[in-house]
């Protein structure tokens, strides 16, 4: 069965560093999305992403955040400067199309822990 | 008001229960609408669509009341295995997760 992969599993990273999470979305799906979950709290949206380029992001997807495909495969989101804050869970999910009954799935989730 | 709105729980419900779950959406355009399934410190898996008609897959029934904006989730002869947090997620343009309801399964 086609899946979302993500890697790394778990990434450390000192605050102030920048760091890449990748995708890999499922072959055939066209639309991806990043979302976040700090530990205790719940998903939530960051931003989704379209023939390559953002269709919509949250308030919590500021300057800081940028996405890209730079190949036919991977989507990856960059942090640029990390903060103590951004530590969560990130998930990268991939869709074939949108608008009703259309499925979202998941990756494994990255694990980032700022320190 | 929050978008989706579930009651965190915990449920501590013993094997062969029935147990139910609710949840509400503020949202009236949202088109889609799901449970999810989430265990500790993993992605959510797609447990079931929701549809008006109600839908049925095994042992879980779910059920989308459009008028009152109301979804809910029944879990008819719980196993130990149904332990999870189940989230509710509903879609306009992008999934919007509710907090999750979390379901404790005990012999």
């Known amino acids: 069965e086609p899946e979302v992969t993500q890697t790394p599993s778990h990434q450390v990273t000192q605050m102030g560093q920048e760091v890449i999470l990748r995708c890999v979305p499922i072959?055939?799906?066209?639309?991806f999305y990043w979302y976040r979950q700090i530990l205790g709290q719940k998903v939530e949206f960051l931003v989704s992403f379209y023939n390559n380029e953002i269709s919509e992001k949250s308030e919590i997807f500021d300057d800081q955040f940028s996405v890209e495909r730079p190949d036919g495969s991977n989507f990856t989101l960059k942090i640029r400067s990390t903060k103590l804050e951004d530590s969560a869970m990130y998930f990268c999910?991939?869709?074939?199309?949108?608008?009703?009954?259309?499925?979202?799935?998941f990756g494994q989730g990255t694990r980032l822990t700022v320190v | 008001r929050k978008e989706v709105e579930q009651d965190p729980g915990p449920f501590n419900v013993p094997e062969g229960a029935t147990v139910a779950f609710n949840c509400t959406y503020s949202n009236s355009a949202s088109q889609s609408f799901f449970w999810y399934r989430q265990d500790c410190r993993k992605e959510p898996k797609l447990l079931m669509s929701?549809?008006?008609s109600g839908n049925e897959d095994g042992r879980f029934t779910a059920q989308l009341n459009r008028a009152s904006q109301y979804i809910s989730l029944l879990i008819r002869d719980s196993k130990l295995s149904d332990s999870a947090t189940y989230l509710c997620?509903?879609?306009?343009?992008?999934?919007?997760f509710g907090t999750g309801t979390r379901l404790l399964v005990s012999p």
């Open positions: 999910a991939s869709s074939r199309s949108t608008g009703i009954g259309v499925l979202a799935f």
């Open positions: 997620v509903v879609n306009g343009q992008k999934l919007v």
């Open positions: 929701v549809y008006s």
């Open positions: 072959s055939n799906h066209l639309y």
